[in-house]
């Protein structure tokens, strides 16, 4: 049995053809979304309506769009929302530790100059509550 059944030739300009019209096609606007997606997309009017300006409960959201078909608890919008702050400020977080740089650091340029001298120094080290320790690098002694 063939597997070709068609018997006309496809040529090489029909598939640069077929190529380039594939190409130029834009994703399908879905019909559906997730529920995270839908919080993700109303998250500004939703916290808009739960500020303390306007007063609403995350229950009276949840009544608004269920009138609308749209059947979320209030808990589970309570939830989304949080995630979606969480994500958001881990991308601030990633993206602003992303554009600082190793000059931009004095403790990096001090811990580099004693590997480079071989002397122990006391450099002050941030932790992460914003206090200064002092801490001594370790130091890389050369062997010649």
């Known amino acids: 049995m063939s597997e070709q059944q068609n018997s006309e030739v496809i040529t090489k300009e029909k598939i640069d053809k077929a190529i380039n019209l594939l190409k130029e096609q834009k994703p399908k606007e879905r019909e559906d979304v997730s529920d995270r997606e839908a919080v993700r997309k109303m998250r500004r009017y939703i916290e ?3 500020s303390s300006k306007y007063g609403y409960t995350y229950d009276e959201v949840a009544e608004m769009l269920k009138g609308l078909g749209i059947h979320l608890t209030s808990s589970r919008i309570k ?3 949080g995630e979606l702050k969480k994500s958001s400020r881990r991308q601030k977080k990633a993206s ?3 554009q600082s740089s190793t000059s931009d650091n ?3 340029e001090n811990q580099q100059a004693v590997k480079a001298s071989g002397e122990k120094l006391e450099t002050p080290v941030n932790s992460a509550k914003g206090k200064t320790k002092n801490q001594k690098p370790a130091v890389e002694t050369a062997t010649t």
Do not use: M
């Open 106 to 108: 004095p403790a990096t």
């Open 48 to 50: 808009k309506l739960t």
């Open 96 to 98: 602003s530790s992303s």
């Open 79 to 81: 939830y989304l929302i």
